[in-house]
């Protein structure tokens, strides 16, 4: 019995947070708890745990359209982002201005791309910092938001970092699962993902780079990873993330669903109350995510009534140690101070129902005529 069958009368609906582990996930993680086998060593079980991470990385290749020797494993998207933005050698390094805290922490300095009121790169301002930027030049820009779930042009940035001879880094952890990625199509030379947003393990991520990308180890040691990433792998986690990538794979009508569920509750909400707003709800976005806006409530404030309705909600990223602070996202967009402050974040996933909407939208009205 997993957690959420546990704690039945909880509404889990913050699956941009972390997704509920998939049973095929958790099975090839108890497969092979227990293994001695350090898959550096030659002898028989080292070999087997070897395997074991060789196919999740067949399985992890076969879901994102690369090969397996682009597969780099990390201790999760955060590690995957570091590595592409301090392993490239770049001189100079042009990130948007909405990305995730691992990106704009690891580059303070970095040059920020502007976003449109809609939360969409601008690429004529892209364009500009391409020309005054020294070479070489990375430009790193998530695939979607992981707030509002607006997708970035990904392939007008990559036309255009090839006029410029400059290297382009996607953080995927958010797409991965929800768009349809093919990586040696793409253009993209480096690419980051996370198991634990699609339904395998924390702890675990991968960074994907073209075949001949020179990049620099940020950890070093014992040369696993080809060189690229030393350190024990995390042969559970691995196993785990393999097995959630090909049971995602599988799941493609998994997606419509959540697109209904997502669409039924703003247009609900959106009928009821007129003045609630949906953040960039004109634009191509993750059909699983919306950032909506309630008059008259903060979105701490909102959070905790939610939880205390026995509803799971965030107020933006989940990753600021319990904090929830004005989201920069929403700054980067221009919006006024009021909707920063009382927008949360609604992710819907796969095993979320109509039943669930409905008690989402029956707390979120009741809250709202609460306070207003």
């Known amino acids: 019995m997993n957690f959420l069958e546990k704690n039945k009368k909880i509404v889990y609906v913050d699956y941009n947070a972390t997704a509920p582990i998939r049973p095929e996930a958790k099975g090839a993680m108890m497969d092979v708890l227990g293994n001695p086998g350090n898959p550096s060593s030659v002898h028989s079980m080292g070999r087997q745990a070897k395997n074991v991470i060789e196919r999740a990385r067949s399985q992890i290749s076969e879901f994102i ?41 690891a580059v303070p300095k970095a040059r920020r791309i502007m976003v449109s009121q809609s939360g969409v790169l601008d690429l004529e301002h892209l364009k500009v910092l391409l020309k005054e930027a020294p070479k070489p030049t990375l430009i790193s820009v998530m695939w979607a938001n992981n707030e509002t779930g607006v997708i970035q042009p990904i392939e007008a940035v990559t036309n255009l970092a090839s006029d410029f001879d400059a290297l382009v880094h996607v953080d995927a952890v958010q797409a991965l699962g929800k768009l349809p990625i093919n990586f040696l199509n793409s253009g993209i030379d480096m690419l980051s993902i996370s198991a634990h947003k699609i339904g395998g393990p924390t702890g675990v991520g991968a960074l994907i780079i073209r075949d001949d990308l020179n990049l620099k180890p940020i950890i070093v040691g014992g040369g696993q990873e080809r060189g690229r990433r030393s350190g024990t792998e995390n042969l559970a986690g691995i196993a785990g993330f393999g097995a959630a990538a090909e049971a995602c794979s599988k799941q493609e009508d998994a997606n419509e669903k959540i697109v209904h569920l997502r669409d039924y509750f703003e247009k609900t909400i959106l009928a009821k109350v007129p003045r609630a707003k949906i953040i ?78 409905n008690r989402l939208i029956e707390a979120w009205l009741r809250i709202y005529q609460d306070s207003n």
Do not use: Y
Request: negative net charge.
């Open 65 to 105: 359209g690369a090969r397996k020797e682009n597969v780099i494993f990390t201790s999760g998207g955060t590690e995957a982002d570091i590595l592409a933005l301090k392993g490239s050698s770049s001189l100079s390094i042009l990130i948007s201005s909405i990305e995730h805290d691992a990106v704009l922490e």
């Open 280 to 357: 960039a709800h004109k634009e191509k976005r993750l059909g699983n995510t919306s950032a909506v806006f309630m008059p008259g409530l903060t979105a701490e404030t909102q959070v905790m009534a939610f939880d205390l309705a026995g509803i799971a909600v965030s107020a933006g990223a989940a990753c600021s140690s319990g904090k929830v602070r004005q989201s920069h996202v929403l700054k980067a967009m221009n919006l006024p101070d009021e909707l920063i402050n009382n927008t949360i974040r609604i992710s819907f996933g796969w095993q979320n129902s109509e039943e669930d909407v």
